[in-house]
């Protein structure tokens, strides 16, 4: 889900507490703060030397400690915390992340947004890595290849210290 879907199904219900279920369906401690909206902009090659780039929103939840149990967050609060990061952020069209902890830091992809029991649900999906270069290093046969840096489409090429755009070097 993109940060504009986002938006329209928090505007729609700006009256209801949002609570938030990770991926295995368990519930975020309902009295979260959502204490960042970011862009976040990852340049990266894969295991086959392609040079690649992805972007997200990510929103930061925290809940301290049980004397803060009876703060809820409202849709209508959350769209203004969304609105705040515009100047951040490139587009709407983002894909949307949630980081929270549960004994590590983890993130997840909004998956859905729905009303249950006068709440608005947001739903995390599961995240999984891959091998994006599979064509090139044979992944049934395990992955470890390192093939010609390619640069894919609307990735920025490594940089180096003193070469601020610099080719890339062959292995």
């Known amino acids: 889900?993109?940060?504009?879907?986002?938006?329209?199904q928090l505007?729609?219900?700006?009256?209801?507490?949002?609570?938030?279920?990770?991926?295995d369906g368990t519930a975020i401690p309902a009295h979260y703060h959502l204490t960042e909206v970011g862009h976040v902009a990852k340049n990266f090659v894969d295991c086959g030397g392609k040079f690649r780039?992805?972007?997200?929103?990510?929103?930061q939840t925290h809940f301290g400690?049980?004397?803060?149990?009876?703060?809820?967050?409202?849709?209508?609060?959350f769209a203004m915390i969304l609105d705040l990061a515009?100047?951040?952020?490139?587009?709407?069209?983002?894909l949307v992340e949630v980081e929270y902890e549960a004994g590590v830091i983890s993130q997840a992809p909004l998956?859905?947004?729905?009303?249950?029991?006068?709440a608005l649900q947001l739903q995390l999906g599961s995240k999984h890595t891959d091998c994006l270069a599979k064509e090139?290093?044979?992944?049934?046969?395990?992955?470890?290849?390192?093939?010609?840096?390619?640069?894919?489409?609307?990735?920025?090429?490594?940089?180096?210290p003193g070469n601020a755009a610099a080719e890339p070097q062959q292995p």
């Open 111 to 118: 998956a859905g947004v729905r009303v249950v029991n006068g």
């Open 53 to 59: 780039a992805s972007e997200t929103c990510v929103l």
């Open 86 to 94: 515009k100047p951040i952020l490139p587009t709407e069209d983002l």
């Open 1 to 8: 889900m993109n940060i504009s879907e986002l938006k329209a």
């Open 11 to 23: 505007r729609t219900h700006p009256e209801l507490n949002v609570n938030i279920l990770r991926p």
């Open 136 to 160: 090139k290093c044979g992944m049934d046969d395990g992955c470890g290849c390192a093939g010609e840096p390619e640069l894919a489409e609307g990735a920025a090429p490594p940089r180096r």
């Open 65 to 77: 400690s049980t004397r803060d149990d009876g703060h809820r967050l409202t849709a209508g609060k």
